[in-house]
């Protein structure tokens, strides 16, 4: 007899090109941050914009270059890439 067990969802997204695998729906992006290696005190994080969306959803087009709120979790999806970026200094 084959006992089935529970296998976790597991998502494979990418930080600079870096494959990271989250156990999570949701994470945010301070957490994604630390586990990929950066530091969410320096570095902020962006999600990558496939270029088929930026046709179809010009609503957004603004917000394609602002970094994600440190706390706001984030619904994963396999395949999603994000950028892990230097923060810019404040003058």
Same mark, same amino acid.
Not at 28 to 33: F, G, H, I, N, V
Not at 37 to 47: A, N, P
Not at 48 to 58: G, I, M
Not at 66 to 89: D, S
């Given at each position: 007899?084959?006992?089935?067990? /529970? $296998?976790?969802?597991?998502? /494979? $997204?990418? $930080?600079?090109?870096?494959? =990271? ?27 990558? #914009? ?5 046709? $179809? ?19 994963? #999806? ?6 892990? =970026?230097? /923060?810019? #200094? #404040?003058?």
């Amino acid at each position: 007899m084959i006992e089935l067990t /529970k $296998v976790d969802r597991e998502n /494979k $997204v990418y $930080v600079n090109d870096n494959a =990271i695998i989250i156990d999570k729906e949701a994470i945010t992006p301070s957490e994604l941050l630390e586990l990929s290696g950066f530091s969410s005190l320096v570095y902020d994080c962006y999600l990558e #914009q496939n270029k088929d969306e930026e046709k $179809v959803d010009k609503k957004k087009k603004g917000k394609e270059n602002r970094p994600l709120k440190e706390n706001k979790k984030i619904n994963i #999806q396999t395949g999603m890439h994000f950028n892990a =970026i230097l /923060k810019q #200094q #404040q003058q």
